[in-house]
């Protein structure tokens, strides 16, 4: 039996009359959405509804894992589990002809209505190993995202996963390829605490699964082993990251990340995480050492029975923007081994702003050629841009190097070189307000004696500006505007790029750089909400999934303030140590938690107590005893390492505030004890109003007992006093 969506057509042949699995009434608020709404307004919906799932199935950036791929426009595609079309329409967009495998009715209409303009798509709705059975067709593709790890739900064997790929090899065209997504099982992710994807536990997949079942993650290791078991299988490996859910750049063996690239850690929208280091340097160490492939939180493999030659070895997604600038770059690698960078258009309406480049570039080398700064050389192909890939080093990466090695001077001298050379390039006349620029970065209040040019690259930035042996060259250029921009934003930023995203850098603030380039603190206001709004420029009626994580995500735990925050509790205890002849020991004593900085207690003395010894905590603080009584209601008496600076208040300097009591009255059973923690502040500047009141007496006291000592001095001195002492001895 067939029935029709607009134009894609459901087969439902093999559909078993009722879908075996359904994550509940929010697939219902799905087929809504995807009936009732064009996919262009996908993400207003997602901003608007605030839910995972919602955001899981329909954001654009689901595409990212495929859109890249390279087809010709003639490929047969066969997607298995398609679920509810989150990548099918770059499958259909791309290839001939594309058939769906997908158990579930209610998701594959979902696939349906979403994509009912597709008159390329076919949805085989059922079982997978009844409809496999009577297929015909050779694929060119076929595809497994997020589906290989239910290997044993799809086939039951004893070696289901090895037996998956065999199956689905027959199916391919001699020189076809599998494309598979799934979690690394040892991503670092998982180390760094979140929860397993498929079951919400810790620890999950790195112990090995020994509590779950149903679906299994592999590392690099067992993916090579499944590999050759199902035939001597070969691939071609790359890295999403930070997944292949929601990639923003995709690596390869041939284009690993530069150390600090991977710096996102507010990705985990689908359940609480806990955050126990920052994987931004873990990541550092990882490649430092060779060891990225082994811990990338997920893989996409492209799978071949000979080695797939693919060219494409770096991907970075710009999508996150209005549609007119939504682009991703591409590094090629030819068989040759030439290089190349490619700029994309991800929609149709992108195209235009990908073909100025072109222009861009004839305009900048003309403008930097008297700075002896080339312009990467750019040549449209069809409705992408190339460039040239260049070798060398950043200079942002330089500036680094010499900070690294304590060089700051060096530093400073090669950044303002550069500095300048912006400020000869771009101040050729006073600075106007234009309606262009008013558009993109607002209508903000600027000084009057700015100096700008024509043609203006914002992003003349270090990290852009490629320094080899023989020359200096700046790339992307994308932010290229033709109106006059100041001169002192493009400063700004260039300081502000380098300077203050990356913690390392820090210690340069000291050396005041926006100040020796002229820009005040009245500037920064200005430049701040100019950045802003060119980023609102960027974003349009788009809404960023980056800007929903705090509505969407349960958030983050960080373990490095959880742990301080039971260090601070666990220091907040009275523990009260007793000597009974044994001196004073941590197996004799007791503790009692502050709560709300207040503790009170009544402590019975083991027998033969002759000392005691109280602890309000390891940390210097303020301390108001209360009430120290034995049971006969007399005042203890003891004496402490703090100093009292009011009547039953005292001030603990040291890292360990002790109260001693040198005796226990003969036949005493307990101990009455109420004790405040006290603001430490407050408490400290009595403390040294006290101290420095103390100092004042004794210097003077000093100054008197000085006098007193000339005075005697100059007595036994004189002549009389030799005499007097004459007689007396006389």
């Known amino acids: 039996m067939e029935e029709k969506i607009g134009k894609v057509v459901l087969d439902t042949t093999c559909y078993p009359g009722q879908d075996l699995y359904s994550d509940g009434a929010i697939e219902d608020e799905m087929l809504a959405i995807s009936r009732d709404f064009a996919p262009e307004e996908f993400n207003r919906v997602i901003s608007e509804r605030k839910s995972w799932p919602i955001l899981y199935h329909f954001s654009h950036i689901r595409e990212n894992i495929l859109s890249w791929l390279p087809f010709t426009g003639e490929e047969k595609v066969l997607e298995i589990g398609s679920g509810c079309g989150a990548v099918t329409g770059a499958l259909c967009e791309k290839a001939k002809e594309v058939t769906c495998i997908e158990l579930s009715m209610k998701r594959s209409k979902i696939n349906a209505y979403r994509h009912q303009a597709q008159d390329n798509l076919k949805i085989l709705v059922g079982n997978f190993q009844e409809i496999e059975k009577n297929l015909t067709e050779k694929y060119d593709y076929i595809t497994l995202i997020g589906v290989f790890e239910y290997g044993e739900s799809y086939i039951q064997s004893e070696n289901p996963y090895v037996d998956f790929l065999k199956i689905i090899s027959r199916h391919l065209k001699p020189d076809g390829k599998i494309i598979l997504a799934i979690e690394n099982k040892l991503g670092l992710k998982y180390w760094a605490g979140c929860t397993e994807d498929h079951f919400g536990t810790l620890f999950e997949g790195i112990q090995g699964y020994p509590n779950t079942k149903g679906v299994k993650t592999f590392s690099r290791k067992e993916f090579n082993t499944i590999l050759k078991d199902a035939g001597d299988l070969k691939a071609d490996w790359y890295y999403p990251y930070p997944d292949y859910k929601f990639p923003m750049t995709i690596h390869s063996d041939r284009h690993l990340p530069a150390s600090g690239e991977l710096n996102m850690k507010d990705y985990n929208f689908d359940r609480l995480r806990l955050g126990l280091f920052q994987e931004s340097q873990v990541y550092n160490t990882l490649l430092s050492n060779d060891l990225y492939p082994q811990f990338s939180n997920s893989f996409l493999l492209v799978i071949g029975k000979e080695q797939p030659q693919m060219e494409s070895v770096y991907v970075k997604f710009s999508n996150e923007r209005n549609q007119k600038l939504s682009i991703y770059t591409e590094i090629s690698q030819t068989a040759e081994g030439r290089l190349t960078v490619k700029k994309v258009p991800t929609q149709k309406k992108a195209t235009e702003h990908v073909q100025k480049l072109k222009t861009i570039y004839e305009n900048l080398t003309s403008m930097y050629r008297e700075e002896g700064i080339e312009v990467n050389r750019c040549t449209l192909k069809e409705n992408s841009a190339e460039l040239e890939y260049l070798t060398g080093i950043t200079l942002e990466d330089k500036l680094d190097h010499l900070l ?189 938690l502050f709560r709300n900085r207040k503790v009170q207690a009544e402590f019975k003395l083991p027998e033969h107590t002759t000392m005691l010894r109280l602890d309000p905590g390891e940390m210097a603080k303020g301390l108001r005893i209360i009430k120290m009584n034995w049971d006969d209601g007399s005042t203890v008496k003891f004496h402490t390492d703090g100093c009292e600076v009011a009547d039953g208040e005292f001030y603990f300097g040291g890292d360990d505030p002790q109260i001693i009591i040198d005796s226990v009255p003969e036949n005493t059973k307990s101990m009455e004890v109420e004790m405040e923690i006290l603001d430490d502040k407050t408490t400290e500047k009595k403390f040294w109003n006290i101290y420095t009141e103390q100092k004042r007496a004794m210097d003077q006291m000093s100054q008197e007992l000085a006098q007193k000592k000339a005075l005697v001095d100059q007595v036994e001195s004189s002549k009389a006093w030799k005499v007097y002492r004459a007689i007396k001895r006389v």
């Open 404 to 592: 690294e090695d304590g060089r700051t001077d060096e530093l400073e001298e090669l950044f303002f070189t550069y500095i300048q050379k912006v400020k000869n390039i771009h101040e050729k006349k006073a600075f106007e307000k234009t309606p262009e620029f008013i558009r993109v970065f607002g209508d903000v209040n600027l000084r009057s004696d700015l100096k700008s040019t024509e043609v203006s690259n914002i992003d003349f930035v270090p990290a852009n500006i490629i320094l080899s042996e023989d020359r200096v060259s700046v790339i992307d250029y994308e932010w290229t505007f033709t109106f006059p921009v100041p001169s002192q934003f493009l400063v700004y930023r260039m300081i502000f790029y380098y300077l203050e995203l990356n913690d390392k850098r820090g210690v340069l603030k000291s050396r005041n750089f926006y100040e020796k380039a002229g820009i005040t603190e009245k500037d920064i206001e200005v430049y701040v909400q100019m950045e802003h709004n060119f980023q609102q420029y960027i974003l349009g009626e788009h809404t960023a999934m980056r800007n929903m994580y705090a509505e969407i995500s349960p958030g983050r735990v960080e373990m490095a303030d959880y742990y301080a925050e039971k260090k601070q509790e666990s220091m907040e205890n009275l523990q009260i140590f007793w000597d009974n002849g044994k001196s004073f020991n941590e197996a004799d004593s007791v503790r009692y």
